[in-house]
């Protein structure tokens, strides 16, 4: 008699409630071999069936969701004996009114007719308790998820809204640099920032993107870093595979390039970054190193903003044990490792 999830018609679930009652009625004939016998459960059994029936959905459809779910318990007991006594009084007067029309019955006795319906009412009470209640347990299990999966998109939308601007501000003040130095690249630049808005703006909106199209991203970021860095600025980005055949949440590559570029960058000594993507089998790997600059006794803990922080938080939530990141900082070498399984 529970509804089957994913079952919304309400008249299926009626159905299913009319043939278990009928097969509960009809199943003990199958058992009883005389013909008197079977005329006589039909003519006492029917009305038993009707009161285990009526004190079903007395606490089913009324008393469980009126007081027991509202954490009324004594007037839901209270009215829970009120109906058992109704069952009771029921049970007497049809005793009363068919006494001598039903032929071997039993000689008439008052307590033993009041009280008859009484194990039957209980185990009315008892299904219809477990039924609701189990259907209340899955309703509300339902729901929990359902809030959390709406806040697991409120909080990914809230950590991609603080990324671009992130992004944005880092890309503006390269351009800026650019401007100052009045150089033939500013125009470069302004198309590439169009490209990287362009895919913030309009792919990122998407669940999932193509990885090629993150890649080609990075790519355009990378260019747009290296229009403003020194020629001894090595940088090396390597792609193994068919990135095509994969789909990533997108920007979540991003922080960790950009977080090399803002640590691991000397205009004074020679500096390198190290970029790798391999693609494996149901498998992406993803590795980042860089060499620390150090400027002013700042380490890379203290100015690693909220890119780094929110990009952990985004695997924790979108990869729950299918990823691990590994980041080491020896005071020299800094290291990203990050796999994530599909």
């Known amino acids: 008699m529970v509804q089957i999830p994913g079952l919304r018609s309400k008249s299926y679930t009626v159905l299913i409630h009319i043939l278990v009652w009928v097969a509960f ?19 006492l059994g029917w009305f038993l069936q009707f009161l285990m029936a009526l004190y079903f959905y007395y ?19 209270l009215m829970l004996i009120l109906g058992l006594i109704g069952i009771c009084c029921l ?36 299904l219809s308790s477990t039924v609701r209640l189990t259907m209340e347990w899955f309703k509300n299990e339902h729901q929990k998820k359902e809030m959390e999966a709406e806040k697991l998109s409120s909080e990914l939308a809230f950590l991609k809204s603080q990324v671009n601007p992130h992004f944005l501000f880092n890309i ?29 703006l309009q792919d990122s909106k998407d669940e999932k993107v193509s990885l090629e199209k993150e890649v080609e991203y ?18 090396n980005f390597t792609i193994e595979g ?36 391999v693609c494996l089998s149901r498998e992406i790997a993803f590795t980042v190193n860089n060499h620390i600059a150090r400027r002013n006794g700042d380490n890379i803990e203290q100015g ?39």
């Open 218 to 235: 990075l790519q355009s970021y990378i260019e747009l870093q290296r229009l403003r860095l020194p020629e001894a600025v090595k940088i």
């Open 25 to 43: 009625l009809l199943v003990p004939l199958i058992f009883i071999e005389s013909a008197t016998g079977r005329e006589r459960f039909m003519m």
């Open 304 to 342: 690693s903003g909220i890119g780094l922080k929110n990009v952990t938080r985004r695997l924790d939530l979108l990869y729950p044990g299918k990823h691990q990141l590994n980041i080491s900082d020896d005071g020299h070498q800094y290291n990203v490792e990050l796999n994530i399984q599909f």
């Open 172 to 200: 503006l003040n390269n351009i800026c640099s650019l401007a100052r130095k009045k150089s033939d690249e500013t125009e470069n630049a302004i198309i590439k920032l169009s490209q990287i808005m362009r895919y913030m």
């Open 91 to 126: 049970n007497l007067i049809f005793a009363i009114s068919t006494e001598g029309v039903i032929e071997h019955r039993h000689p008439f006795n008052f307590w033993h007719t009041a009280f008859f319906p009484f194990y039957p009412a209980v185990m009315a009470f008892a």
């Open 242 to 277: 068919r990135p095509e055949l994969y789909s990533i949440e997108p920007l979540l590559l991003i922080p960790f390039i950009e977080n090399a570029f803002k640590h691991g960058v000397s205009y004074q000594d020679c500096s390198d970054i190290s970029i790798r993507l």
């Open 59 to 77: 606490n089913f459809l009324y008393l469980i969701p009126r007081f027991l779910l509202r954490k009324k318990i004594w007037p839901y007991f």
